[in-house]
């Protein structure tokens, strides 16, 4: 049987859940009903658990997601605030492409399941934010690291540079399933009117969601090829460059911070 993928969509700050399925259906269902107590039991949390649920989200954005308007004809009504929809907004619009992203990757393993069984191993042994699927499509060498050129998904591929030493140990040739990994530190970010030009690792795409802490930011993006992309970069680069979530960026990604893995 064909290898099946599937992920379900966690959205986190730090080590902490800010959302996921089962968080975004509350919300959503308070947005409906504008009935905590009925929304809680529809989305299969207790009464107290739907309220300490919001307060840990509320938390972690710093903004109210929920105003309750108390009393008046037919009882009290309990809503969504802009910060609370704008968030139920980005998650779906990041869901979106999740799956899209899911469906392509199913698209390219084909009938590889035992070796990305494997590789999933690895993925759950690294602490980099970005790890992606791939197959190697081209080798170059040169005369200190070789080139390897990755194929992601149908429209997307990328450029790792690594040592000879490191090829010959993985044992790396053409046609073989590598993992990509990149830390969400090393990936750059200028805006689409940047005069900057980075001749391999370009990929333009949309924030979907900013998280902002004491001094670093942590920008959620979609790709237009569907590669969803964890990077954090420093409060002063968000002011600098107006970011805010659904700006249109460029992202540059050095091919020598581009780190492979292969079943072992």
């Not at 105003?67 to 619009?93: I, M, P, S, V, Y």
């Not at 990929?203 to 990077?231: F, K, Y």
């Amino acid at each position: 049987m064909p290898l099946a993928l599937d992920a379900e969509l966690t959205l986190r700050h730090g080590d902490a859940v800010l959302a996921n399925r089962k968080r975004i259906e509350l919300l959503r269902q308070i947005g409906l009903t504008e009935n905590l107590t009925k929304a809680a039991k529809i989305a299969g949390y207790s009464y107290k658990g739907a309220w300490d649920t919001i307060d840990q989200m509320t938390q972690l954005t710093g903004d109210r997601l929920l105003e309750r308007h108390a009393g008046g004809k037919g009882g009290g009504r309990t809503r969504l605030t802009e910060r609370g929809k704008q968030l139920l907004k980005n998650f779906d619009l990041i869901s979106a492409e999740h799956e899209r992203f899911i469906q392509r990757l199913n698209r390219l393993a084909n009938d590889l399941e035992a070796d990305y069984a494997q590789l999933t191993d690895i993925a759950m042994k690294t602490s980099a934010r970005n790890q992606f699927g791939a197959i190697i499509v081209a080798m170059l060498q040169g005369p200190v690291n070789d080139e390897i050129g990755l194929q992601l998904n149908d429209n997307l591929r990328l450029t790792a540079s690594i040592t000879h030493e490191s090829c010959r140990e993985l044992q790396l040739n053409i046609g073989a399933k590598v993992f990509a990994l990149i830390k969400a530190s090393a990936i750059k970010i200028t805006l689409p009117s940047a005069s900057t030009v980075h001749g391999v690792n370009q990929l333009r795409g949309q924030i979907m969601l900013l998280m902002r802490g004491e001094r670093r930011a942590e920008l959620q993006i979609t790709t237009d090829d569907g590669l969803p992309l964890v990077i954090t970069i420093d409060n002063s680069v968000i002011d600098a460059l107006q970011l805010a979530t659904l700006s249109r960026v460029n992202c540059y990604v050095d091919p020598s911070d581009v780190i492979l893995a292969v079943a072992a």
